[in-house]
């Protein structure tokens, strides 16, 4: 019986695995650019973790998680996100104590039980930076020119950034008090989760798809504000203006996770349907703490990668190959086998066939390769100690000594 891929758990192909090569490497050379290093973390940790960072009452933890017992009882979770696996390290590994400062980068697999669809998956993949240690404005507005200067080199200019300010400790509860009661009085008109959410979480009501019609003139979070929230919202936001970074306030914004406050955000792009968040971030400056940590604030970013490839929508060409090698005959294969070692030593992409083919297939098969040179050993160039060096765009032929120094300086002066 045929055995497939597990359903929301899909496979990467040549011809896309090329596109995430060139996301990821762009994104690694600005985020050390910006003062990041990269860290790696698990991809399994106690299901604790997460339900304290992100919250029990959160989807993610109440509906989403992998989660399973380990033969001792622990109670163990694929993540489904980074944050709280970069602030476990964080602490676990006193980073705290090195720097005052730590801008962490991750690439990886995240896993959500959600409903797959076009740009939702149960397996799928984040790039994310966190800046542990800093409170001030600057550091939220940078991770957004950092975004900013990210899309501008993929060329994905559909990107737009929302952004909202979640208030603290100090100024959240009154507000949460007020959107509860607004969502008490219209209990009969909410949806049932609505309705569970009243008493549990009340700003999720915001962000419910069936109701959104119904709470347009619920109170939001920016009219609660108190001054220092107030003060660094305008700061972040002046700051991007000053930057021509074009952020659109988004006051219903919540968030899927729990630990935020201040600045929250999250980057859409056009052309993907219902899952178009290609990232989204924000400040929790109470989240080190809440883990056990020191009182250390905290903002960050993750970007999906499967859908700013679905955003990207341009398909990756391979890599050409510089050389194909021919050979013709039993002997020519023993001897080009331990050419193509040598040329591929000294750097060239290049790919070898058997030798039992004809020449004429041996043409087909570089010429489908995109292969701009083949080199043809047999048993007559053999004899002479030479290779002929086909060029396949201007179909002139030289010959070479059999030797890879003289074949990589006759293909570098013809190429
Ligand atoms: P998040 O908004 O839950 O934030 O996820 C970030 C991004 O991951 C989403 O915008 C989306 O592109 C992608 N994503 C999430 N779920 C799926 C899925 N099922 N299939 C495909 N892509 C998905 C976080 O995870 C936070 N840890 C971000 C953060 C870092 N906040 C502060 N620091």
């Given at each position: ?23 990821e490497?762009?994104a690694r050379?600005?985020l050390?650019?910006?003062?990041y290093a990269e860290i790696r973390v698990p991809a ?35 993540r489904?996100e980074g944050t709280a696996s970069v602030v476990r390290a964080y ?11 730590s801008k962490l980068f991750y690439l990886g697999a995240m ?14 993949h984040q790039i994310g930076a966190e800046v ?149 971030g ?18 960050g970013f993750a970007l999906?990668v ?110």
């Amino acid at each position: 019986m045929k055995i497939n891929a597990v359903k929301g758990f899909r496979d990467v192909l040549p011809g896309e695995t090329e596109v995430w090569s060139r996301l990821e490497e762009a994104a690694r050379r600005l985020l050390i650019g910006y003062g990041y290093a990269e860290i790696r973390v698990p991809a399994v940790e106690r299901r604790e973790l997460f339900a304290r960072a992100a919250g029990e009452t959160t989807d993610i933890v109440e509906k989403q998680m992998y989660t399973f017992d380990d033969v001792d009882g622990t109670s163990l979770t694929l993540r489904p996100e980074g944050t709280a696996s970069v602030v476990r390290a964080y602490i676990e590994n006193g980073l705290h104590g090195r720097e005052p400062v730590s801008k962490l980068f991750y690439l990886g697999a995240m896993f959500r039980r959600e409903r797959p669809q076009k740009g939702r998956f149960r397996q799928f993949h984040q790039i994310g930076a966190e800046v542990l240690g800093r409170e001030d404005p600057l550091v939220d507005a940078e991770l957004l020119v950092l975004l900013a200067e990210y899309f501008a080199a993929l060329g994905l200019a559909t990107a737009r950034i929302e952004i909202n300010s979640l208030g603290c400790a100090a100024c959240r509860p009154a507000y949460r008090e007020e959107l509860r009661r607004y969502a008490e009085a219209r209990k009969q008109t909410l949806c049932a989760d609505c309705n569970r959410r009243i008493e549990r979480n009340p700003l999720r009501v915001l962000d419910c798809k069936l109701d959104a019609e119904r709470t347009l003139d619920a109170p939001v979070m920016v009219d609660f504000l108190c001054a220092a929230c107030g003060e660094h919202f305008r700061t972040v936001r002046a700051l991007l203006a000053a930057e021509s970074v074009a952020v659109t306030l988004n006051p219903r914004m919540v968030r899927g996770l729990d630990y935020y406050c201040r600045t929250a955000f999250e980057i859409v792009a056009e052309g993907l349907g219902a899952q178009n968040a290609i990232g989204g971030g924000g400040r929790y400056d109470g989240l080190v703490a809440s883990l056990g940590g020191p009182s250390v604030p905290g903002v960050g970013f993750a970007l999906g990668v499967e859908r700013l490839v679905l955003a990207l929508r341009v398909p990756e060409a391979a890599a050409p190959f510089d050389v194909f090698v021919a050979p013709l005959g039993d002997p020519a294969e023993a001897r080009a086998f331990r050419l193509a070692r040598e040329l591929r030593r000294e750097g060239l992409r290049l790919e070898i066939e058997p030798g039992r083919k004809s020449l004429k297939s041996h043409l087909r098969r570089a010429d489908k390769l995109g292969a701009a040179f083949v080199l043809i050993v047999g048993d007559e160039e053999l004899s002479r100690g030479t290779v002929v060096i086909r060029d396949m765009r201007g179909q002139r032929q030289l010959e070479a000594p059999l030797d890879a120094p003289s074949i990589v300086r006759a293909v570098r002066r013809a190429q």
